[in-house]
């Protein structure tokens, strides 16, 4: 059993739509991050959490401790947010270690 | 740019073969991590250094090793190479490490490695 678990798989989505991806994860965590890469490969750190929500532009990350879950939304889709988007934790025993979801790729069309 | 560099950007090698790959962080950073993205796995955590001192260690085969020297760039050694060592490497850094806190990486651009 993977330890961070994401859906979905692949998303399709018309430019303006509201957007979610799921993230569940079965680890003790220190914090959460969401990731972006895009088609280059290119990696970026979009959001850590640990508790609550955050926001930046339109990207909007929650997490619920108790029920060790979090989702990123983005409002108003457009297609330059395409790309995989990877939640990843901090955990382990000295919370060290990353875990990593597969990845959601998202394509938003025009 | 995130101010992480990683050289080479590219390389083709053999099996049976030993690769060095480097890695500069953010000037001020003081942990190094080492990702390896394969195809069939995704995204998989190796290895951290924390200003020279290894942190944690993650799924890193024993013919892979790596270090973090005095100037906090750090070298990932790949030796005895196999098809499926294949992937994308990717280094990240970040200002710190503590036990229970972390905070934001930042990613290099990676170095593709094939094995032929």
């Keep these: 059993k993977n330890e961070v678990e ?12 509201f957007i979610t991806i799921n993230c569940s994860y079965s680890v003790g965590i220190s914090a959460l ?31 619920n401790i108790q029920e060790k879950h979090s989702s990123l939304h983005i ?6 947010d395409s790309a995989v988007y990877i939640c990843a934790v901090s955990g382990g025993d000295n919370f060290n270690k990353f875990y990593f979801g597969s990845g959601t790729k998202l394509n938003v069309k025009p | 740019d995130s101010g992480v560099t990683q050289t080479p950007k590219h390389l083709i ?24 993205q394969s195809l069939d796995q995704g995204l998989q955590f190796l290895i ?13 085969l024993e013919r892979f090793s790596a270090q973090q020297f005095p100037d906090l760039h750090s070298e990932l050694n790949l030796s005895s190479l196999e098809l499926g060592d294949s992937a994308l490497y990717f280094c990240a850094s970040s200002v710190w490490a503590s036990g229970r806190s972390a905070d934001t990486q930042y990613f290099g651009p990676g170095t593709r490695l094939t094995v032929l």
């Design chain 2, 48 to 60: 951290q250094y924390y200003n020279g001192e290894e942190r944690a260690k993650g799924n890193i």
């Design chain 1, 6 to 17: 994401q859906s979905p798989q692949n998303l399709t989505a018309q430019e303006g739509e």
């Design chain 1, 75 to 80: 409002t108003a889709s457009h297609p330059r």
């Design chain 2, 13 to 36: 090698t053999a099996t049976g073969q030993r690769v060095t790959l480097r890695c500069s962080p953010r000037s001020g950073d003081l942990s190094v991590y080492w990702y390896q």
């Design chain 1, 33 to 63: 991050h969401w990731l972006q890469q895009h088609p280059g490969g290119g990696i970026v750190s979009l959001f850590m959490l640990s508790s609550g929500k955050k926001k930046h532009g339109r990207l909007i990350a929650t997490i």
